[in-house]
């Protein structure tokens, strides 16, 4: 997936990763997700996130390298928010660098 697909804000060494606008449009609606665990150690190249939507099936890579410290378990019971531009709802992960 591009890297226009996902937004970062990063805050004293944690980055919140979230799908974009461009992104959500690029996949349809989001019906199931599949996110790190807590703990999880992640490099550029490994999988952030795996998004099953009506337009494709994506695995989204991890913007940066870092820890993952905490993940949006409301999309984890319920795909959908992740359809929601609102940022403070629909954050995928958050990341210490």
Do not use: C, H
Request: no cysteine; hydrophobic share 35%; charged share 30%.
């Amino acid at each position: 997936m591009n890297e226009n697909y996902y937004w970062i804000e990063e805050k004293d060494g944690v980055v919140t990763v979230g799908l974009t606008d461009e992104g959500r449009n690029e996949l349809g609606n989001i019906t199931f997700v599949s996110l790190p665990k807590v703990g999880d150690s992640l490099t550029k190249t490994d999988v952030l996130v795996n998004v099953e939507a009506d337009k494709a099936v994506s695995d989204i890579p991890s913007p940066v390298e870092g820890t993952v410290i905490a993940i949006n378990e409301d999309a984890v019971d319920d795909p959908s928010v992740l359809n929601n531009s609102d940022r403070t709802s629909s954050w995928v992960a958050r990341i210490e660098k």
